[in-house]
């Protein structure tokens, strides 16, 4: 069945579906270097003049403080509510309790234009000012469901037999927590918090509802390219962003690595079914 | 069978033999509406090997549970060893369980997971490497500890989590169906190893099992659970041999009850003697069924007088096609008064 051209042929595809998803930012990667303020093919040399500038640029600056202000925030709120909600839902049968799973799940569903419409008038008609807590909450909307769907489909593959293992063999609550509940479910809080940065980091459309005058980077960089204006210096930002979400992703796959969780072929496989939860979401 | 009335005494039992290790008084236990043990009152013996049985929703996994203290009783004591631990938590009970689905630490090796009980309880490191290594040498598998238990195959996950409890030294070991997810062989297997490993630790162990086989071969005592109460309890040879209900027959063996002047009895299979027609006592009747089991026949006769048994016949010279052609044919049946047994209809009014 799977004959020599076959293979031929899915090896060709494989390459140029990993060259179109790559080649746009390895582009980005080489104009950042552009020593021309002129986006033109080939570049006509090499400079490190644009990270300078983008560094000293108190808009940038002050956009990507926003940004990760609001990010880390949002992981925050998104951690503590979501793997509360996660913990209750797995473990107690309450009335409403299908609704709050609903309920949870239903704003990642909802088109971003519709969320941030929502919370503007919300927000208008509650009289509060927009500010980063305004952005924080529109992203928590968000991001809470992520951590959630991640502590609970760990929850529901960790037979509840491992906690009274644990209280069995003389832990007691706090040991029990300590060796047995947290490292089942770290990796679970790390992938959903990381995921939950990313979401709220590169987040555009409830953002220009809820920032007002407020930039954060994305926004930023948004604008600047409908202006059409300081296009090295976006595109030196867009690589040091890229650059700035590879490095906390690899240091959590090795963290999450030696925890051991994931050493196991059945956790890994477990660990992608999950991420297939989240993104199917 | 030999009479099980006592097994080896490990020298522990002859002086604790005035209180029993586990001992429980009028425990009752309900989730709501539902009676999961409706009264149980049982002493088990240090050193005794002694079993659950019962059907699933019979009570006997609630009954492990509270010995456990997974779960509290709503009613009644719970005793260990003279002391009560009845509001006792878990980790506050000197019991270890072995679980149904081993329960094993998935992020821990196999080391690991055999020294957690040590590692919680404060014992030193180099203590607990040693008795970690004794207790993966007791259970045959001193190789595996740098493992993760993902790594093992079912049985050896099974006597990891037998490790694991035993390293504690507790004072009862509580078993719950341990075999029930492994494959017959390697079940058959296990039983005789877990004996042999209760015999060599000399240590009280309560094991629930739904399988009849499995309460017989390793038993000391066993009691019969129906519906949250004990049917019976004694050896597996009282059980297997003079059932006290007519559930506890059904249950064990095959149920084999026939009605005379309104009193009902039972004979085991293989205590009556099949004879041709000819003489005068014993039950008469038609073979209805032939089943060649291999090993044995199984005829079901059907008695003039009303009612029908089961008779079990060794394939001694019989082959299997004089055996299947005996079908339709009429018979006469006998056993030896000491035999049958009069029954009660059950435990429950």
């Not at chain 1, 919370?119 to 509650?126: E, K, P, R």
């Not at chain 1, 992520?146 to 644990?166: F, G, M």
Request: proline letters at 5%; aromatic letters at 8%.
């Amino acid at each position: 069945m799977e004959s020599g051209a076959t293979r031929f042929g899915l090896r060709i595809w494989t390459v140029l579906v990993v060259l179109f998803l790559w080649l746009p930012l390895v582009l980005i990667g080489i104009y950042a270097f552009n020593s021309s303020n002129i986006q033109s093919w080939p570049i006509p040399g090499w400079t490190l003049h644009w990270f300078a500038t983008a560094w000293h640029n108190p808009d940038v600056r002050s956009s990507l403080w926003l940004s990760v202000r609001v990010g880390l925030i949002t992981t925050g709120i998104a951690l503590v509510l979501g793997s509360m909600a996660a913990f209750a839902i797995h473990r107690f049968r309450f009335f409403g309790r299908e609704s709050v799973s609903f309920l949870l799940i239903l704003p990642i569903a909802l088109p971003g234009i519709i969320t941030g419409m929502a919370l503007n008038s919300f927000f208008v008609f509650a009289g509060l000012g927009l500010s980063p807590w305004t952005i924080v909450i529109g992203h928590a909307t968000f991001c809470v469901v992520v951590v959630y769907n991640n502590v609970l489909a760990r929850l529901r593959r960790t037979s509840t037999s491992l906690l009274e293992a644990s209280m069995d063999l003389g832990a007691d609550g706090w040991q029990t927590f300590r060796f047995v509940v947290w490292p089942v479910l770290a990796t679970a809080l790390i992938a959903g918090g990381l995921l939950a940065f990313a979401l709220s980091f590169d987040e555009v459309i409830v953002t220009t509802f809820t920032a007002g005058a407020q930039t954060t980077l994305p926004i930023f960089i948004l604008d600047n390219l409908r202006q059409g204006q300081q296009f090295p210096i976006i595109n030196a930002v867009a690589l040091a962003v890229i650059v700035l979400t590879v490095i906390p992703v690899t240091i959590a796959q090795r963290l999450t690595r030696d925890t051991g969780v994931l050493r196991s072929t059945a956790a890994t496989a477990a660990a992608a079914a999950e991420s297939v939860e989240v993104t199917t979401v | 069978m030999a009479t099980h009335a006592l097994p080896e005494t490990p020298p522990r039992q002859q002086s604790a033999r005035a209180t029993p290790d586990v001992r429980l008084v009028g425990v009752r236990k309900t989730y709501g509406e539902v009676v999961a043990v409706a009264r149980v009152d049982l002493e088990i013996a240090a050193g005794e090997f002694f079993t659950l049985l019962g059907p699933s929703g019979s009570g006997k996994t609630t009954t492990l549970r509270l010995i456990a203290g997974f779960e509290q009783p709503d009613a009644g004591e719970v005793r260990l060893a003279g002391v009560d631990i009845t509001h006792r938590p878990p980790y506050a009970r000197d019991v270890n369980t072995v679980f149904q689905d081993y329960a094993l630490f998935p992020h821990m090796t196999v080391g690991e997971n055999v020294g957690y009980g040590l590692r919680v309880k404060g014992v030193p490191r180099r203590e607990r490497a040693r008795r970690v290594a004794e207790a993966l040498e007791l259970v045959r598998l001193p190789n595996v500890a740098a493992r993760k238990p993902v790594q093992l195959s079912g049985g050896q996950r099974q006597r990891i989590a037998l490790a694991r409890s035993l390293v504690n030294h507790p004072r009862v070991l509580l078993l719950d169906e341990p075999l029930g997810a492994l494959d017959l062989k390697l079940r058959q297997e296990m039983q005789i190893e877990l004996k042999r490993i209760q015999q060599d630790v000399g240590l009280t162990f309560v094991y629930v099992t739904h399988d009849q086989e499995e309460a017989l071969t390793m038993s000391d005592r066993l009691a019969v659970f129906s519906e949250g109460r004990i049917e019976q309890l004694g050896t597996p040879a009282e059980v297997y041999e003079r059932p006290a209900t007519e559930f506890v027959a059904g249950f064990i063996g095959v149920s084999n009850i026939i009605e005379r002047d309104g009193r009902r009895f039972t004979v085991r299979p293989e205590k009556i003697e099949m004879r041709d027609d000819s003489g005068r006592s014993g039950e008469r009747g038609r073979i209805r069924d032939v089943v060649y089991v291999g090993m044995f026949t199984r005829y079901i006769v059907e008695l003039d007088s009303g009612g029908e048994l089961t008779v079990v016949k060794q394939n001694l010279e019989s082959s299997s096609r004089e055996a299947l052609e005996s079908r339709g044919k009429r018979v006469r049946l006998e056993w030896r008064p000491e035999h049958t047994f009069e029954i009660g209809t059950g435990g429950r009014e």
